[in-house]
């Protein structure tokens, strides 16, 4: 019996953006990621989402953005 290796990749097709930004200009999808915390990178015509995050984020993962150094670590 074979298992089916995921074919996906690591991020989200722009298909899989539009949908679940329900928007289909990337100024449009950009600020939803943005509203939702989802970490995402826009780089000129596109944006990258990983589908790890996006999985996260279903399941309420919050996302918090570090703002620097945790000085908690440091010695």
Do not use: C, Y
């Amino acid at each position: 019996m074979e298992v089916a290796m995921d074919q996906t990749g690591e991020f989200l097709l722009p298909q899989e953006i539009k949908r679940m930004a329900s928007a289909g200009k990337l100024d449009q999808q950009e600020a939803f990621l943005k509203k939702e915390g989802i970490p995402h990178k826009r780089l000129g015509r596109r944006i990258l989402v990983s589908r790890a995050h996006a999985r996260a984020w279903l399941t309420g993962v919050v996302f918090t953005p570090s703002r620097g150094i945790n000085l908690g670590a440091v010695r």
